[in-house]
């Protein structure tokens, strides 16, 4: 099993990014995934998930309305858009599988700054 994140970077307070998280080696399709972060000293809290047919998704109380998070089977991708991004939305965000026999699975996290 891989997960590959991508699209952080730096963005300015009001600000846009779109995290993309690829994976590979397990049946992508029928597994619901989830989007966490971590700044340093805490531990990782839960942003979002999302169904294996995108029919159910939740969101963390801080994140609502703000983020969105999709997913495209045919890419084995899953996405997490961000919008009016605020300096306390500066992390690391990680996508992660549900257990998938016996273990789950973490990207390797991709930085997410948000400053002027």
């Known amino acids: 099993v891989q997960l590959v994140e991508s699209g952080g970077g730096l963005v300015q307070p009001g600000g846009s990014l779109r995290l993309s998280c690829a994976a590979s080696g397990f049946t992508f399709s029928s597994y619901g995934m989830s989007w966490y972060r971590q700044t340093p000293g805490k531990e990782r809290e839960l942003v979002a998930s999302i169904s294996s047919s995108s029919s159910t998704t939740y969101y963390a109380n801080f994140v609502k309305g703000r983020f969105t998070i999709s997913r495209d089977n045919a890419k084995n991708t899953v996405y997490l858009q961000m919008n009016s991004l605020n300096a306390e939305d500066t992390a690391v965000y990680f996508c992660?599988?549900?257990?998938?026999?016996?273990?789950?699975?973490w990207g390797q996290g991709t930085q997410v700054t948000v400053s002027s």
């Open positions: 992660k599988t549900p257990r998938l026999q016996g273990s789950e699975y």
